[in-house]
């Protein structure tokens, strides 16, 4: 159960409005490191939200509600527990396919009459999936909250999946994928992930490929529809200018009668670890920088460590231009114009990625560098400065991920989604600040693997191969 807590946070209502039907995801790669100087004073105000009320439905669905009245604005998300993790074997890309077509025409309104609707009332309807959970959102005046709530009904329980939606889809999609042919930087991450996870979920492109998505049958979707929302594993978040009892009436109006049976997650085998360096080459002749990843098995999101692999990951690779591998690969060696590390911690163990791009002759000077800087950083911990600043920043930036409706909605939905305590808003910045030099030298040493990776080039192979070999045996990989 979720105690309450209080938040003050300005809101602006164009951006709220305009905010992105998947606003409040985590998505698979974090976002740049946005522009932000936090107060030189250290002793901030804790993170507090306006009162949280809870219920749960009669058919299993969880409600949340947050009264939030600086402005007449309401965000509605529904969030179901199951992902792309659950697309069936032989079928990668499913989910995010099914939820695409959620807003693409219901048993009442076409897709046209949805967005003319949403339109007219000055809001945003969306749906969307990512490993981990699939979702549904609305945000809209306070005014027009019976406009929203209808539409969202209809895309929730009733979506069409008419055949001309999934094969317009179906094209779209196909498209997409074979541009992405083209996109060094997409190549490398979906040969990266193949390498690490072998016949793991994860291993697949959450959007599928031209395979599965070719064969996708409306049979295929129902089914997945079915599969991932159902009342039983979902969480509906309503937060904005109502109160406690209005939004218990809307989530009985919009969900009450919802039905459906949960399932449970798919069982997978989590792939070995990789041993020394394995090498894959895929070659693009036309181009003349390489994108490179490297990387190996890191943490899921309810590790025990998580907080001080922020901090230290943040020092890395993760502060963008404060960080370790930016301030040395970039600026002093001059060896490319972006670098940075990541931890994607999902609900199953995720990835641990190295992920730059540099010119063809100087990429094995690129990856031993790297290399050599994460061996330094293990050994020498950070220093009182990186941490401090590490520290301010998060500690610092944290509020900014409560000032809107949709914002709010999100962050309680992922503590929600993993499960992450009734006092995590509270004591997320004392948690960071908990940390230690210790502390990050310790998760360092026992996370990060640089005698053991995955290593993906993409670039001219006949090039960059014979370069590469002083690393380990080099596979090279044709597109296909």
């Known amino acids: 159960m979720l105690r309450p807590v209080t938040l003050i946070a300005g809101l602006l209502i164009a951006g709220m409005l305009m905010l992105p039907a998947g606003a409040g995801a985590q998505p698979d790669k974090p976002d740049a490191v946005p522009t932000y100087t936090p107060p030189a004073n250290p002793a901030l105000a804790p993170v507090k939200l306006p ?4 219920k749960t439905l009669k058919n299993g669905l969880k409600v949340i ?8 604005v309401v965000s509605l998300r529904l969030q179901a527990r199951a992902g792309s993790f659950y697309d069936p074997p032989g079928k990668a890309g499913l989910t995010q396919f099914m939820t695409g077509l959620l807003t693409q025409g219901t048993e009442k309104y076409s897709a046209t009459q949805i ?6 009332v000055g809001g945003s309807l969306g749906a969307g999936s990512s490993w981990d959970a699939s979702h549904v959102e609305t945000t809209v005046l306070a005014k027009y909250l019976d406009t929203a709530v209808e539409l969202m009904r209809q895309v929730t329980l009733h979506p069409s999946f008419a055949p001309e939606e999934i094969e317009r889809l179906r094209q779209q999609t196909l498209s997409g994928i074979e541009n992405s042919k083209d996109q060094p930087d997409v190549l490398a991450d979906e040969e990266f992930d193949r390498r690490l996870f072998g ?7 959450i959007g599928g490929t031209e395979e599965t998505v070719a064969a996708f049958t409306r049979d295929d979707v129902l089914a997945q529809y079915r599969t991932v929302f159902a009342p039983g594993h979902s969480t509906l978040a309503v937060v904005g200018d109502v109160s406690a009892k209005e939004g218990f009436r809307l989530a009985e109006k919009l969900l009450g009668d919802w039905k459906g049976a949960s399932h449970a997650a798919p069982q997978a085998q989590l792939p070995p670890a990789p041993t020394g360096y394995r090498v894959y080459v895929v070659n693009k002749p036309d181009a003349t920088q390489a994108q490179i990843r490297l990387g190996h ?3 899921d999101r309810r590790s025990e460590d998580y907080f001080p692999l922020m901090v230290m990951n943040y020092i890395m690779g993760g502060g963008g231009f404060a960080s370790r591998m930016m301030k040395t690969i ?10 940075s590390s990541y931890f994607s911690a999902r609900k199953q163990t995720g990835p641990f990625v190295i992920d730059t791009f540099t010119k063809n002759e100087s990429i094995l000077e690129a990856i031993q560098g790297t290399i050599d800087l994460v061996k330094q950083y293990q050994q020498e911990g950070p220093t009182e400065q990186e941490l401090a600043e590490a520290k301010s920043y998060m500690t610092g930036s944290y509020p900014l991920n409560f000032e809107t409706p949709s914002q709010i909605a999100g962050q309680l939905l992922n503590i929600d989604l993993f499960e992450l305590g009734a006092d995590y808003i509270e004591k997320y910045r ?4 908990a940390v230690s030099a210790e502390d990050v030298r310790r998760v360092a040493q026992k996370y990060l693997h640089p005698e053991d990776m995955v290593m993906v080039v993409v670039s001219k192979a006949d090039d960059i191969a014979p370069n590469l070999e002083i690393l380990g ?4 990989v044709q597109i296909q």
């Open 65 to 72: 509600v947050v009264e939030h009245h600086e402005l007449p």
């Open 51 to 54: 009162p949280i009320h809870e």
């Open 473 to 476: 045996p080099v596979e090279v």
């Open 115 to 120: 967005a003319d609707k949403i339109d007219f």
């Open 199 to 205: 016949q793991y979920p994860y291993a697949q492109p």
């Open 430 to 433: 004392s948690r960071i600040e």
């Open 330 to 339: 970039r600026a002093e060696k001059g060896l490319t114009y972006g670098i």
């Open 297 to 299: 098995l890191g943490v």
